[in-house]
């Protein structure tokens, strides 16, 4: 069975930081592209950041480039997003997304809330 289990939102005030995590399980995590999407009320599902089977491809938005840094470690098959000087604007749900487009496969999480208010 194939789960991708996000944690680390929350609530944190402009200028703070938050380190999301995915664990994955049910599939072969090193062999997929894994990425960060966000969706703010009434706005469409962006993508945040990608990284790469072995990380050494990665790719940010410009909204969060400088600011954000995606990590992965496939021993543990989990993906992160440390996230600093939030912004009010970065508020949303994050989800967690695995892709392997040579299988069609697409997997997502349930998403956690990231909350950036004074």
């Known amino acids: 069975q194939v789960q991708l289990v996000e944690s680390g939102g929350g609530w944190v005030q402009p200028g703070g930081s938050l380190r999301l995590s995915c664990a994955a399980s049910g599939f072969t995590f090193s062999m997929f592209l894994m990425s960060w999407y966000r969706q703010a009320p009434g706005k469409e599902r962006e993508l945040v950041a990608g990284i790469s089977r072995t990380g050494g491809s990665i790719t940010y938005a410009d909204s969060v480039k400088g600011r954000f840094t995606i990590s992965r470690d496939n021993a543990k098959n989990t993906v992160y997003l440390q996230m600093n000087s939030l912004k009010p604007e970065d508020t949303a749900v994050y989800y967690c997304?695995?892709?392997?487009?040579?299988?069609?496969?697409?997997?997502w999480g349930q998403g956690t809330q990231v909350t950036v208010s004074s």
């Open positions: 997304n695995a892709k392997w487009s040579a299988t069609d496969s697409n997997y």
